[in-house]
Structures are given as C-alpha cells and as structure tokens.
C-alpha cells in the first residue's frame, strides 16, 4: 500500500510541529525518517497511525484519506510507538494473542500467528514470563511481535533499536529489511548508520519542515558535490607540493596539514575527479604516494548540516 | 463487538491477576455479610425476611469499591502510554470504553452473585418476597452501572490513578448523599430537581420493588453521560 502525505501540519498551541510537509512512500520501499529531537517526526507517525488528529493536509493510504476513513484503515497498518510501552502484568504470549483478536486476525488463525510472531523475534524461550520481567531487547522484540502480528501492508517503526545489543540490531535490521520488500516501511531513527543499513530511502525533516529526501548517496552528493582526497606524499617539501597540486586543472584548493608533516588535503571543482592527475603529476615528478584516501561526506555532517543552524 | 469482548476479557484477567478482584471480592462479601447477618440492625435483630439491611451495606460498600476498582482502568494506561497501542489498534474510541465499562460490571456482577445464598438462605427460614429481591439486585446492579461510567470517566481525565479515584469518589458523592440532602434543603420546583437528581431516592424506590421507569431511565442515562465523557476525553487527543 503506498503512503502520501500532502501538506501535513500539526500544531501543538502556538508550536508548530508539523508544517506542511508532503512526501511520498512506495510499497517495497523502507523510508528512514530522520530528524533532530522535536523535529515533528513522531507526531507525523501519530497521524498516519491515526493516534492523532490531522490539523491540516491529508494523509492517503491507497488513495484512502485517513482524516476521513481512519477507523478502517487502522487494520492496514502495525505500529511500535516510541518508549515501546506494553501491558507489564501480562505474559508474553497472552498479550500477542490479545494484539491479534484486537486487530481482527481470525480465531483460528491467531494461534498460528502467534506462533510465528514467536519464532521470528525470537521470543520462544520468554513466551511464558511477564513482559515486565524482560529486559529492555526481549521487550523491544515483543514491541516488533505487536506491530507485526497482523500482517500489516504497512509498518510504522519509531525508534525500533533503541536499547538492544549489537547483536539484536543486526537481527532486527535484518528483519525489516526482509519485511519491507513487500510492505511499506516507515522508520524513525536517531542512529545514522542504520538508515543506511536498512533503508531505501532517508527523509530529513528539521522544525516540522523537510530538508533533505533521497537516497544515501544522493544526500552525500548534494551535501558535498565536490570530491576531496587526503593525500599523503614522500620525496618532496609541503611548499613544493602544495604550488603543484594547485595548478592541476580540476583542483581548487589545497590544504597541507599543520606541522610540516606531508599530508594533504584535496578538495576538486564540483564535477570533477583529480585523482587520476594527482597520480600522472606525482610519477612525472618521482613523488612516492603512501597514502591517497577519498573522504565521503559522512551521513553525520549532512545531518549536522540540515538540522543545525 | 468482537473488540469489545477482547478488551473486557483482557481487563477482566488483569483484575484477577493483581489480585485486586480477590481483595475486592473477600471485602465486599465480608461487609456486607458482616452488617447483614452478624452486626447493628441486622436481619436477626430486625426479625424479618427481608434483605433490606443487605441492600443498605451494598448500597454503601458499592459507592467506595467501585471507584478503587475503576481509577486504574484508563488512568494507568494513560500513565505508561499504552493508551497509545490499544487506540492505534484496529478498534474505535467506544469500544475501549465499553469494554472496560464492561470487565469492571462483570466483576461486581460476579460479586453480587456470591452474595445469592443469602436471599437463597432466607427463603429457607421463612416466606420471601421474592420479586423485592429481584428489584434489590436489579437496583444494586444499575447502581454499579452508574458508579462505573463515573469512574470510568475519572480515570480517563487523568493519569494519576488517586486523582482518579478521588474524583469519582466525588462526582459520587453528590448523587449519592448531596442531591438527596439538597433536596430535603429546598422546597417546589429546586428540591423537585434535586429530588429527581438523587441516585439514593432513585434506588430507594427500586429496591422497595418497585421498578418504575423513571428511575431505569435515570440509571441508564448516567451511565450513558458517564461513557459518552469518557469517549469525548479520549478522542480530545485528536483535535488539542
């Protein structure tokens, strides 16, 4: 089932937490929602969820407004909240099935659900204990059991790792990586390394407003658009290299590190690649190269970027 | 309706798992059973079959359980935010609230009807009126009802289970003793009002045997008030 959001705003008093962004999702698609604290993005999950009301805009599931037919396309979608808060007093396995009866999984079936929901988070051997008396992952696992219990055509993750061991995350990950194939995804995160580990998609939303939406790498290009190499040379002084380096074509500026040692740092003109003329440049003058490095734009300095100002 | 019964049976088990059903059920039977057969005008020192001094107790020990037993049922889940999941659930604002209306009715229903050996016993001793009796419990019954949705409504304006408790205890205590005293305060058309405001004459008159309309009606519409401001408090997360 696709998503579209148009024009979405929410306002909290005088706050405006969601000011009319409009995006799209696809099924099969896994989009990582990014977003400094209070940037909106869980008060954007609430109202697909239909947890809260929409102020203005509208949210569409299959062409179906959720401000208008929200009760019924609850049934289309799972949802972990953030905090992950569940009933305490009540036993793993008692409370999957409550989940499944409440989400109309049909009686015969919910056993059968159950069961997998049990096998695939990996949950057997806490089925029968108090969800209280998990730790922070089991719990976590069974927000995940909940969420997906129905068989959901979509899936609304908020923060789903938080609190679970390395371990855990690359099962959880992989989990939803091999769900989103043919659902739809929507994943809120504060860990950048994930959204490039499990995500098609990154949207990075800053004061309710959207501020960057592709892919990994489309992001990396946008943000930096300009290729740089760190470069380590023997055989000649840093004045030297520097005056050679910076009358390549494609180069713009050259930086020699602070000491006097013989590293460098390369930035090229947008568009341009100077690797290939600094390795011509250097043979041509016996320069040995110990070391040429080309930086990426971490995802962390684009996020920095857009949300900091 | 299949929602509403998942939510009922679930609160149901929660009550008898934290033992408050328990605590519930052995105080209230020791109550009443207490002020009914053993201590002040109890039925051997009135000397006649009737269960006049059982409704009496119940009608009292109803009015403070009740509230104890309703503070947690949307008061806690507001607390831990579990409120949350079950209204992303694929079920509506009503049906939670019927739901919990209903796992709390149950459970005093299940009360009341420990307590049938006493009417069973007196019929034993001596010549019964049993359609009183009926109309005692259809009074006690409607009564629960209506301190349920009170409750019910308590709980779900806050997520501190004591401010919950207290303010059902309060919005309680008007139909159950002030409307009544008003009433016997004012004279015409006010103590008219407040006459027909007093849950206490309304019960009065049904557990005497007599189960006049009116006073169905009146049970029913507090329930209904009770639940529909319940339903209301809940859906004010959508607009805010």
Known sequence: MDIRIENLSKRYASQRAVDGISFEVKTGEILGFLGPNGAGKSSTMKMITGYIGIDGGDILIDGRSVKREGQSLKRYIGYLPEHNPLYLDMPVIDYLQFCAALQGVPNDRIEERTRMMIRLCGLNAEKHKNIGELSKGYRQRVGLAQAMIHDPEILILDEPTTGLDPNQIVEIRRLIREIGKAKTVILSTHILPEVEATCDRILIINKGKIVADGTADTLRQQASGQEVVHLQLEGTTAQHAVEALSALPHVAVVKADEGGSSRFEVKSRAGHSSRRDIFNLCVAKGWVITEMTPVETRLEDIFRNLTVN | ?240
């Open chain 2, 1 to 240: 309706m299949q929602a509403i019964w998942v939510i009922a049976k679930r609160e149901l088990h929660s009550y008898f798992d934290s033992l408050m059903a328990y605590i519930m059920l052995v105080l209230f039977l020791g109550f009443s059973g207490f002020f009914t057969w053993l201590f002040g005008s109890d039925i051997f020192m009135v000397g006649q079959v009737s269960l006049e001094a059982f409704f009496n107790v119940a009608f009292w020990t109803l009015f403070f359980f009740i509230p104890a037993l309703t503070m947690r049922l949307l008061a806690e889940e507001n607390k831990t935010g579990t409120i949350e999941l079950l209204l992303t659930k694929a079920v509506t604002d009503r049906q939670v609230v019927v739901g919990k209306f209903l796992s709390t009715f149950l459970l005093v229903s299940i009360a009341l009807a420990f307590t049938l050996p006493y009417p069973i016993t007196l019929a034993n001793i001596g010549n019964l009126d049993v359609g009183q009796v009926v109309c005692g419990y259809l009074g006690l019954l409607l009564l629960s009802a209506a301190y349920i949705s009170i409750g019910l409504f308590a709980s779900s304006i806050t997520s501190n289970q004591i401010v919950a408790f207290l303010t059902a205890l309060f919005i309680g205590l008007f139909f159950h003793l002030i409307f009544d005293v008003l009433a016997g305060q004012f004279t015409g058309a006010v103590g008219l009002f407040f006459d027909a405001l007093s849950l206490s004459q309304h019960f009065g008159s049904i557990s005497r045997g007599v189960v006049d309309s009116t006073d169905v009606v009146y049970f029913l519409s507090i329930v209904f008030v009770g639940l529909m401001l319940a339903e209301v408090s809940l859906a004010k997360r959508t607009i805010q």
